[in-house]
């Protein structure tokens, strides 16, 4: 079953001992209802155009064909079954995520230069293969972080197909932080003017060891529109992360009146990582900001999920700030403790009206808030454990487990990275839900997400080698819920690596490749 290497392994393979010869006159026939299986249909042929091939849509497909079945059950089932063989090739499903994932599936039975839109392909012949599948979980994600180092379109855009290659189907995509605005906002074009450049970038964990280059970047409206269609077109979707009301000091040093300023400021940008007081203030100028920022946020990403952030938010200014606790007393709290709840409740309130939902991190998960927000819980499983028993759907994203921004492993002369270690093994042992956990609280456990934090991941080389291969570790735990050996994993997770090379993603090397 694993000699095939693919990733995630599907939850059955059955080979038939007979193969499936692909040449260079590919054609494709699907069925089903058109507004849903013609862009699946067109995704196929795009991973299949190359020099030296011929594909075409046809009618009647021929012995070397692939045949697209799409049913569309009504339902969110992603399950498929992927059959090849002297028949030639059949993807199976009833709603086009299935196809998309059957799709992904054929990708790893081909040879990996066919992964590789500009390179000549030759003949395939693929081993005839029964392939049932489904995933286990329905949030299999993971999160970019552009606010503290802006990452290239180009880039993100292969980050995304290699996650669609993994069968992962949610990008977080963490917009704006204290050292970075990445959102345009026609309406304060000062978040981006800015908001997206400060000064210099600490280059260790120690905050006066910076490196002197200013850094700059934002994305405009068109590019993250583009981001959006190329991720649709994969079964992804991108859920965008505007942190609020903390880790908020690029937006206050674009406009100071958000702040507490009559303890607090002026800003600039922060060139250092870690948390910070600076929060916005309670003024319901303040509150018409959120609202602006919020509503440029929904009018690019069609997401059903919006994440408005919530970790890290110190009191420590509206303590010291008389206007804050003034404003406190007006709403009608009872201490400044109290405010962040407020600001969460509001906002969480106007994307259900606006017909979304709302995610936040575990520290905003008060017994207060609303049980139909998503809760992420990132500084320990317990936290996501106890929103789930409180009704609350969780995504599970444990630092100790899942944040890939960690170390790799304990040996010298590893880049910096944030301290704690979470090796490939680590990531591929965890599990999402817990065994010993009551069964209504283990079905509230949606989903689990890998996390790609910025400080320490300049470029794009420092984000690939830190996210693969433990990225693709996570994708097969949150897709099949028992895991094979170890050393099973290794030998398909090379395999992987030299896909992700063709891609243009240069993961982590593996001892003993």
């Known amino acids: 079953m694993t000699a095939l290497a693919v990733v995630p392994l599907p939850q059955s393979v059955t080979e038939t001992g007979e193969s499936w010869r692909l040449d260079s006159d590919v054609t494709i026939t699907a069925t089903g209802p058109d507004g849903l299986v013609a862009p699946v249909a067109e995704l196929l042929e795009t991973y299949l155009r190359g ?21 569309h059950n009504g339902s969110g089932d992603e399950s498929y079954r992927l059959t090849t063989g002297s028949a030639g090739c059949v993807i199976a499903a009833g709603s086009p995520a299935g196809v998309g994932h059957g799709i992904q599936t054929l990708r790893q039975l081909l040879p990996a230069v066919w992964l590789d839109a500009a390179a000549p392909r030759g003949t395939a012949e693929v081993p005839g293969v029964v392939i049932e599948d489904a995933p286990a ?3 299999r994600g993971a999160l970019l972080d552009p606010a503290r180092h802006i990452i290239p379109v180009e880039h993100v855009r292969r980050f995304i197909d290699a996650m669609a290659l993994h069968r992962l189907n949610r990008l977080h995509f963490h917009l704006t932080d204290d050292q970075g605005w990445r959102l345009p906002v026609p309406s304060r074009p000062r978040l981006t003017g800015i908001g997206a450049r400060r000064a210099q970038s600490q ?8 490196d002197g280059t200013p850094h700059a970047g934002a994305y405009t409206r068109a590019e993250l529109t583009d981001l959006v269609a190329c991720a649709e077109a994969r079964g992804i979707v991108i859920i965008p992360e505007i942190d609020l009301p903390g880790h908020t000091t690029a937006a206050l040093a674009a406009y100071p009146e958000l702040g507490n300023t009559d303890v607090s400021g002026p800003h600039g940008v922060s060139c250092v990582w870690g948390v910070h007081d600076t929060v916005l203030n309670l003024d319901p100028a303040t509150q018409g900001f959120c609202e602006d920022v919020l509503a440029e946020t929904l009018a690019i990403f069609p997401s059903p999920w919006i994440h408005i952030g ?5 009191t420590t200014e509206w303590e010291r700030s008389a206007a804050a606790r003034a404003r406190c007393r007006a709403f009608g709290i009872e201490g400044v403790e109290w405010a962040q709840a407020f ?34 819980a990132w500084r320990h499983r317990r936290f996501g454990l106890g929103a ?10 444990p630092c100790d487990a899942t944040y890939f921004d960690w170390y790799q492993s304990d040996a010298a002369g590893e880049p910096p990275a944030q301290p704690g270690v979470t090796t490939l093994a680590t990531a591929y042992g965890y599990a999402p839900r817990s065994a010993e956990a009551p069964r209504e609280v283990r079905e509230r456990i949606i989903g689990a997400q890998g996390a790609l934090w910025g400080e320490y991941l300049p470029t794009t080389e420092r984000l690939d080698d830190m ?9 097969e735990r949150a897709w099949r819920e028992q895991p094979t050996t170890n050393a099973d994993f290794t030998h398909r997770a090379r395999v992987q690596l030299e896909r992700l090379a063709v891609l243009g993603i240069r993961g982590r090397t593996l001892p003993g490749a």
């Open 137 to 139: 979980y329905e949030w």
């Open 343 to 376: 600001v969460t409740t509001r906002l969480t309130d106007g994307l259900r009206e606006r017909g979304r939902r709302a995610v936040v991190w575990d520290e905003a998960a008060d017994d207060d808030l609303a049980r139909d927000v998503i809760v992420m």
């Open 310 to 314: 919530g970790d890290e938010c110190p």
């Open 388 to 397: 789930a028993a409180r009704g609350h759907d969780v995504v599970m994203t």
């Open 51 to 71: 020099p030296g091939v011929n594909v075409r849509r046809t009618s009647q497909t021929g012995a070397s064909g692939i045949r697209i079945v799409l049913t």
């Open 467 to 475: 996210a693969f291969p433990r990225l693709s570790a996570l994708a």
């Open 203 to 210: 280059r260790s964990l120690d905050e006066s060891d910076l």
